[in-house]
């Protein structure tokens, strides 16, 4: 099974920029849609972004469209997640997920392995 490691957290101010990164062990980084979630304080864990197994497909959570960008590079087993203008209620701790198929939407039960999450403050 694919193992899945976060990284590139931190602490931003609003209005700032992070990128995420999510790399995969294994060889069959391809076959698998990925995405992001996150869990804020007190909150359940939610879906942020997912993206088909070519990088050809990608969607995202009303909240996030326009300021974040969800990719992949397959020939480096890694997916990324550009944050652009962050705010302070996209403090979380965000996880990367895989699913074994092509594509994947924002329902956890589809994900087949998780990573440990990284954290995101974002200071007002």
């Known amino acids: 099974q694919v193992q899945l490691v976060e990284s590139g957290g931190g602490l931003v101010q609003a209005g700032g920029s992070l990128r995420l990164s999510c790399a995969a062990s294994?060889?069959?980084?391809?076959?698998?849609?990925m995405g992001w979630f996150r869990q804020a304080p007190g909150k359940e864990r939610e879906f942020v972004a997912a993206?088909?197994?070519?990088?050809?497909?990608?969607y995202y959570v009303d909240s996030v469209k326009g300021r974040f960008t969800i990719s992949r590079d397959n020939a480096k087993n890694t997916m990324y997640l550009q944050m652009n203008s962050l705010k302070p209620e996209d403090t979380a701790v965000y996880y990367c997920?895989?699913?074994?198929?092509?594509?994947?939407?924002?329902?956890?039960?589809?994900?087949?392995?998780w990573g440990q999450g990284t954290q995101v403050t974002v200071s007002s």
């Open positions: 997920a895989a699913a074994v198929r092509y594509y994947s939407g924002p329902y956890q039960g589809e994900y087949d392995a």
């Open positions: 993206i088909d197994w070519s990088g050809g497909s990608t």
């Open positions: 294994g060889r069959t980084f391809s076959r698998y849609a």
